[in-house]
């Protein structure tokens, strides 16, 4: 290549130059838009994955002029872009930024946002393609999209330009729903002004490089491909275990806790994908139904179950890396005797032909010991202990660990012969590394998830009923359950209470 890099030269993706479009960012003063989302879209526009013609609008309450806004989104791009070195490109990106002040509940803001989407600047060069994304607080989700229905902005590009349709989109940020019920009401809101074709529910999980490598990993490699399964796997264990508490967000945290947070939707992404059959196709529909069939598969969990699967915990002052941290019940907006988990180990079974037996732990925490994400499955030892007859002091179960972040990789555990004339076999790993073998940093999951929605591809996206499955599933463990699970402590920046060994069946762990 010659010449200096410009924006949106960079080479398409495998599909081709994404559509021209108009994003429209519900929530634009907030932490999403200025951490993830405005840097995402900077960085895809580096890429060149950002078509030229598209235009950003951030719509939030405060007054600003456009030129403020693009301001603070240099600041945004200079902080959490993968990019931030190439800021020699923003200014050809700023020009495609714009902002518009209105209340979520103000007709009058609509009526705006309507004339500036028709006006000649943005309906010519974007086609009359538009994606809405609601990053706002959830309790806004249901005032905009009765709104975008009633001023005609779900359906903009059909309505005023008959036979030359645009499309028009919506993503839908998490939590989606606080329950059954919520997420039910959610799902009848959105899909009265919108088809389901149209709507986007967000679970950033699917966007990274290495939960998307699950399904890849498992159905490309026979080696593996053909242990996947109750006669050879022993457990599963899904861990998420962060170093941060709630990060100023105690508010939200406290209705929430780590079920709602965490589990409902991160952690049961990965153990649908980690259980899911093979799809008839590599395609949204196909996936998405797998998907969907894992959750009907999970044994239901009756309120007498709940003290032999569930552990909750809190977390106390302790020290994270070093540094003291205050217990959760001392976080701001968090009340002295808050019952709300940070913490849960849930056992589930998936009881079906493949899984029925094998246990998946699940296990979720704020402010462990360190940042970890992973799935580790153990294997079945052969029936036959040979080695044990034969006088050796033990075998090792070989271990198959997916590490999601950081360090991000998969490696393999086996036992050898350890040199010399006992026979003592030692447990070692074969190990594979992205940063050894892929130096460059993977785009963030939002970049790719932008990139998708743009592309019109929901593959990695919740279906409704994908939802309305889980908030089911989970339903006994969101009420008032602290007698039959009490919450136990455990010091900040430790693995979790110890209690919650206690659930791993001795015989199935
Ligand atoms: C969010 C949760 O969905 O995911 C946060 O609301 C959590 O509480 C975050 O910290 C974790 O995401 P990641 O990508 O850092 O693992």
């Known amino acids: 290549m010659t010449g200096p890099a410009t924006l949106f030269s960079g080479s398409p993706t495998t599909n081709g130059m994404p559509p021209p479009l108009t994003i429209i960012i519900f929530g634009a003063s907030g932490d999403l838009t200025h951490r993830k989302l405005l840097p995402a879209l900077f960085d895809q526009a580096v890429d060149g994955l950002l078509h030229p013609e598209t235009r950003i609008v951030g719509v939030a309450r405060s007054p600003k002029t456009h030129g403020e806004f693009r301001e603070e989104i240099l600041t945004s791009v200079q902080t959490f872009s993968r990019y931030s070195g190439k800021l020699d490109l923003f200014p050809e990106f700023e020009k495609r930024i714009f902002y518009h002040a209105m209340t979520f509940e103000d007709p009058n803001g609509y009526n705006a946002l309507r004339t500036t989407l028709l006006s000649e600047d943005f309906r010519n060069p974007t086609k009359g393609n538009v994606l809405y994304y609601l990053a706002t607080p959830p309790s806004y989700f249901v005032?905009?999209?009765?709104?975008?229905?009633?001023?005609?902005?779900?359906?903009?590009?059909?309505?005023?330009?008959?036979?030359?349709?645009?499309?028009?989109?919506?993503?839908?940020?998490?939590?989606?729903?606080?329950?059954?019920?919520?997420?039910?009401?959610?799902?009848?809101?959105?899909?009265?002004?919108?088809?389901?074709?149209?709507?986007?529910?967000?679970?950033?999980?699917?966007?990274k490089e290495t939960v998307q490598n699950i399904v890849v990993f498992r159905l490309s490699n026979p080696v593996f491909g053909s242990l996947w399964s109750n006669v050879h796997v022993k457990s599963v264990h899904i861990t998420v275990h962060e170093a941060v508490g709630v990060e100023g967000r105690g508010a939200y945290f406290e209705e929430a806790g780590i079920l709602r947070d965490m589990v409902q939707n991160h952690l049961f992404q990965l153990m649908t994908l980690t259980a899911m059959e093979p799809p008839v196709a590599f395609e949204a529909q196909a996936i998405r139904d797998e998907k969907v069939k894992v959750l009907r598969s999970l044994r239901p969990i009756r309120t007498e179950d709940i003290p032999r699967i569930l552990v909750r915990g809190q977390y106390t002052v302790g020290e994270v890396?070093?540094?003291?941290?205050?217990?959760?019940?001392?976080?701001?907006?968090?009340?002295?005797?808050?019952?709300?988990?940070?913490?849960?180990?849930?056992?589930?079974?998936?009881?079906?032909?493949?899984?029925?037996?094998?246990?998946?732990?699940?296990?979720?925490?704020?402010?462990?010991?360190?940042?970890?994400?992973?799935?580790?499955?153990?294997?079945?030892?052969?029936?036959?202990?040979?080695?044990?007859?034969?006088?050796?002091?033990?075998?090792?179960?070989?271990?198959?660990?997916?590490?999601?972040?950081?360090?991000?990789?998969?490696?393999?555990?086996?036992?050898?012969?350890?040199?010399?004339?006992?026979?003592?076999?030692?447990?070692?790993?074969?190990?594979?590394?992205?940063?050894?073998?892929?130096?460059?940093?993977?785009?963030?999951?939002?970049?790719?998830?932008?990139?998708?929605?743009?592309?019109?591809?929901?593959t990695l996206f919740a279906r409704n009923d994908e939802v309305e499955r889980s908030w089911t599933f989970i339903a006994p463990l969101l009420g008032d359950i602290s007698r039959l699970s009490p919450l136990r402590f455990y010091t900040a920046g430790t693995d979790g209470p110890e209690e919650q060994d206690r659930i791993n069946d001795p015989d199935t762990a």
């Open 143 to 207: 005032p905009i999209i009765r709104n975008l229905g009633a001023y005609g902005l779900s359906a903009i590009n059909e309505s005023e330009t008959p036979g030359e349709k645009g499309f028009t989109r919506i993503i839908v940020e998490k939590p989606f729903g606080h329950d059954l019920a919520s997420a039910q009401d959610l799902n009848r809101e959105v899909l009265q002004v919108f088809r389901e074709n149209q709507v986007f529910r967000i679970d950033h999980y699917l966007g």
């Open 321 to 458: 890396a070093g540094v003291p941290v205050p217990g959760y019940r001392n976080e701001p907006k968090i009340p002295p005797t808050s019952d709300t988990p940070t913490f849960a180990r849930i056992k589930v079974e998936v009881q079906n032909w493949r899984w029925a037996g094998v246990p998946f732990y699940l296990t979720a925490g704020k402010r462990m010991s360190r940042r970890e994400t992973s799935i580790r499955i153990v294997f079945k030892e052969f029936p036959f202990a040979l080695f044990r007859l034969a006088g050796c002091p033990g075998t090792v179960p070989n271990e198959l660990v997916i590490r999601i972040q950081p360090n991000e990789g998969i490696s393999l555990r086996f036992g050898i012969k350890r040199p010399g004339g006992q026979l003592v076999i030692d447990p070692v790993e074969m190990d594979f590394s992205y940063q050894t073998a892929y130096h460059d940093k993977a785009p963030d999951a939002y970049e790719r998830l932008l990139h998708d929605a743009i592309a019109g591809d929901s």
